[in-house]
């Protein structure tokens, strides 16, 4: 739901000077040239590079020494020229040994338990251990103690590598490799540091109690027994009409008795008050729209009586049952508000964009299906705008909706919080909405809450997070506050292995065995683990492209939230979109594209460099691994460029796999047949055993016998195969109840096609490879 900006008018004029385009590109350009620069008039036979060998590499120099001798390359003045391959092998078996050496001086640092054994299959096996685990939890439930028992491994795992990792691979033989090397390692020990925060707070899930309570609660709604008055508000603006009437009917068709809807219309379109009136529901405006959407419930709130609020953006649908299984909660005096997950009824853009939404499920499924829960264990879980129930007395105590953050949801929800409410969630699909269909709309929406979730760390009093909450409360706001600089890490971690081959300044040190011992096992329960460990609803991989994906949005929000925190407008977010054609959006992802040609040269210079022997790069571990990653982080940084060219989007309504027996009416001819999909504006159907009906037939009429509804319908295409004819039929003069009945059966109840997707790793590992590989969204044509 979004609403019409306001920009804040308080920031300094010269806080809006802004910065002439072509002095940004001054200075790109000098950075480049002394960049360049200093790469050119340092390269040497064995490579490019800022540093001088004896500085790096002092094996060379003396012995014994504890250094990091891990720089591959050579540096004039300090080695001589490598002229000839066997000159060039004997270079190679000088460096390996020092460095050899060196890592037997910084293995000893480590506890002797700690130490990686000698014997190879003793090296392998913590991987071959993690593997089988891996195996093992093919066959075993995910579950809060099976949960435990495996993030206690986990845990143990990653302070064994992180230990290492502090002891016995950080470069300080130089300032410069210094300063990278503690750089790269606080950020890493940031990173590690909240997750290690979010494993133990992933542990616990109220997930089965809260549908338990649900269900006991059912009963004394059921029954009578509780029934308090419910106010519903579908909030507006801007949407098109068909949107706001499919939710309002939804809303309507809820299985509740008490409760009255209401559309709050932020832009007083008189075609809404007459769809208010033609649906039978009650319709709110007012004269501006300050303070956006929290502004128009605000404005609601005093002019309706319910006990209860349910709020339903305009372009999201409750099930029937979504009122029944929620406000029983409300008897405990102490809850606030229930939310419920949000679930999409189209599928996400960037899997479509891909080819893959058949198995990928969109970026939020983590946090709704499984982290939620989690933060509902210690009374955390948080409001998300729609699909929720509020108490009128709970928002009364905080002045109503807060105004002061670009959302109104999650503030509102921790101020709440703060005032000793307690907040519920209920982990069970109980609507369904439209999410963003392009790469633009749904960059601007992401951005647009990123931003607000900096806000609610710059509000001051208005929410005393640290003061008012408990311990286990303020642990999930530190990792919220966190991960708000999470895109600065990836960028760091992205482009990590660019400057270690470009400049030769490696900031980690360490043998193949060390990293085969501690570092494997480590990443592979990482990535082997998260998928079993969330439920299936979220993966490793799919979450490495959605991040890179908003990377670079996000840092340019994050700037200027830092520099403006309470300065973005407020944009609205389209809805029902079209589009004929492709659609590139190389003014959003070219960021994407320099990281992909810069790290593809880096790469290309370093395979022909090395086979011409003119740049040695793999006569050091580290060097291997950051050639690992710069690869790894090519085909990510490829695969989120691709899910950034749109596809079009052709169709005005969304289309449902609804398998149901029809017929069709055309004069005295009967045909039947089943639908293969159908939407609020048209079906497929196919036919059997019958003749083909030809396509200039005016209008049929088309019966969905299990629904008991009869629709008029346009026949558009016409297709044969074998005894089955196919034909695509566009309804025609459909009534307002007839437009009921469709939104009713296609939208208000669970049907196996609104199911949550559940993909394992590997699963989603093959499908990003085949996208990567096929190219889909780049070379796919359209008539």
């Given amino acids: 739901m979004h609403h019409h900006p306001h920009r804040n008018k308080d920031l300094n004029a010269e806080d809006k000077v802004m910065i002439s385009p072509w002095v940004k590109v001054l200075v790109i350009i000098c950075l480049l040239i002394f960049m360049a620069t200093i790469f050119v008039t340092n390269w040497t036979s064995s490579g490019p590079t800022i540093l001088s060998s004896n500085e790096l590499i002092p094996a060379f120099n003396h012995d014994n020494s504890f250094d990091s001798a891990l720089n591959p390359f050579e540096f004039k003045n300090s080695v001589p020229p490598i002229s000839n391959k066997s000159e060039l092998n004997r270079f190679q078996s000088k460096l390996s040994n020092s460095i050899h050496n060196t890592k037997l001086g910084h293995e000893g640092l480590l506890p002797e338990f700690l130490q990686a054994p000698s014997q190879p299959l003793e090296v392998l096996f913590p991987t071959i251990a993690v593997a089988y685990i891996c195996l093992l939890l093919r066959f075993i439930p995910s579950n809060n103690w099976t949960r435990l028992i495996l993030k206690i491994f986990f845990l143990a795992l990653m302070l064994r590598y992180f230990v290492w990792r502090t002891i016995a691979t950080l470069n300080f033989e130089h300032w410069l490799s210094t300063i990278f090397s503690l750089f790269v390692y606080s950020v890493e020990a940031i990173s590690l540091f909240s997750f290690v925060i979010y494993s133990l707070q992933s542990i616990w899930s109220s997930a089965k109690k809260r549908s338990a309570q649900a269900d006991l609660?059912?009963?004394?709604?059921?029954?009578?027994?509780?029934?308090?008055?419910?106010?519903?508000?579908?909030?507006?603006?801007?949407?098109?009409?068909?949107?706001?009437?499919?939710?309002?009917?939804?809303?309507?068709?809820?299985?509740?008795?008490?409760?009255?809807?209401?559309?709050?219309?932020?832009?007083?379109?008189?075609?809404?008050?007459?769809?208010?009136?033609?649906?039978?529901?009650?319709?709110?405006?007012?004269?501006?729209?300050?303070?956006?959407?929290?502004?128009?419930?605000?404005?609601?709130?005093?002019?309706?009586?319910?006990?209860?609020?349910?709020?339903?953006?305009?372009?999201?649908?409750?099930?029937?049952?979504?009122?029944?299984?929620?406000?029983?909660?409300f008897q405990k005096q102490?809850?606030?508000?229930?939310?419920?997950?949000?679930?999409?009824?189209?599928?996400?853009?960037?899997?479509?964009?891909?080819?893959?939404?058949?198995?990928?499920?969109?970026?939020?499924?983590?946090?709704?299906?499984?982290?939620?829960?989690?933060?509902?264990?210690?009374?955390?879980?948080?409001?998300?705008?729609?699909?929720?129930?509020?108490?009128?007395?709970?928002?009364?105590?905080?002045?109503?909706?807060?105004?002061?953050?670009?959302?109104?949801?999650?503030?509102?929800?921790?101020?709440m919080l703060t005032l000793g409410w307690q907040i519920v969630y209920l982990g069970e699909i109980l609507s369904s909405g439209e999410s963003t269909r392009t790469y633009v709309d749904f960059i601007k929406q992401r951005v647009r809450w990123h931003h607000s979730n900096y806000q609610i760390f710059c509000a001051g009093d208005t929410l005393p997070i640290w003061s008012k909450l408990n311990f286990w409360q303020k642990t999930y706001f530190l990792t919220f506050y966190i991960g708000n600089f999470g895109p600065f890490f990836r960028l760091v971690f992205m482009f990590t292995p660019v400057v270690t081959m470009c400049l030769g300044v490696s900031p980690i040190i360490s043998s193949p065995t060390e990293f085969t011992y501690y570092l494997v096992p480590y990443l592979w329960l990482l990535v082997g683990s998260l998928s079993w460990s969330t439920e299936y609803s979220s993966s490793f991989f799919w979450n490495e492209i959605y991040e890179t994906i908003v990377c670079y949005p996000f840092i340019k929000c994050l700037i200027f939230a830092i520099r403006h925190p309470f300065g973005l407008a407020f944009k609205v977010t389209r809805k029902g979109v079209k589009a004929e054609s492709k659609n590139y959006n190389l003014s959003h992802t070219y960021p994407l594209l320099i990281g992909i040609f810069l790290m593809v040269a880096v790469l290309c210079l370093h395979l022909v460099g090395y086979r011409v022997g003119i740049w040695q790069t793999a006569v050091s571990s580290e060097f291997g691994l950051m050639f690992f990653l710069l690869i790894y982080n090519i085909i990510v940084m490829t695969i989120a460029f691709l899910a950034g060219i749109d596809q079009p989007e052709r169709r005005a309504m969304d289309r449902f796999p609804l398998r149901t027996a029809c017929r069709i009416v055309m004069e005295e001819c009967i045909y039947t047949g089943y639908t293969n999909n159908v939407s609020e504006g048209g079906a497929n159907i196919t036919l059997v055993g019958s003749s083909l009906i030809a396509q200039d037939t005016q209008l049929v009429t088309v019966e969905l016998i299990d629904y008991n509804l009869s629709l008029q319908a346009k026949i558009i295409r016409t297709n044969s195969q074998k005894k089955n004819h196919n034909i695509t039929l566009e309804f025609a003069n459909i009534g307002i109840e007839q437009n009921r009945r469709l939104v009713e059966f296609l939208y208000c109840d669970m049907t196996w096609w609104k199911q949550a997707k559940r993909p394992s790793s590997v699963d989603v590992f093959l499908e990003m490879i085949s996208s990567f590989l096929g190219m889909r969204s780049l070379l796919t044509k359209y008539q």
């Fill in 334 to 415: 102490d809850v606030a508000l229930v939310q419920t997950p949000q679930t999409f009824y189209n599928p996400d853009h960037h899997a479509r964009n891909l080819g893959i939404d058949h198995m990928i499920h969109d970026d939020l499924a983590g946090f709704f299906a499984f982290s939620q829960s989690c933060r509902d264990v210690v009374n955390s879980a948080l409001c998300c705008g729609t699909s929720y129930v509020v108490r009128r007395t709970a928002l009364e105590s905080t002045g109503g909706y807060l105004t002061k953050c670009l959302a109104e949801d999650s503030p509102t929800s921790i101020k």
């Fill in 217 to 329: 609660y059912f009963q004394d709604i059921s029954s009578g027994k509780y029934l308090p008055s419910v106010d519903v508000f579908v909030p507006t603006y801007n949407e098109p009409e068909q949107v706001v009437c499919r939710t309002v009917i939804g809303c309507q068709a809820m299985n509740y008795p008490n409760k009255k809807v209401y559309i709050l219309d932020d832009t007083r379109r008189e075609h809404i008050r007459e769809l208010a009136k033609k649906l039978g529901c009650e319709y709110i405006t007012r004269p501006d729209n300050k303070h956006a959407k929290a502004g128009n419930i605000n404005n609601a709130l005093p002019q309706t009586s319910g006990e209860l609020i349910t709020i339903m953006d305009a372009d999201f649908v409750p099930f029937r049952n979504f009122l029944m299984r929620t406000v029983g909660f």
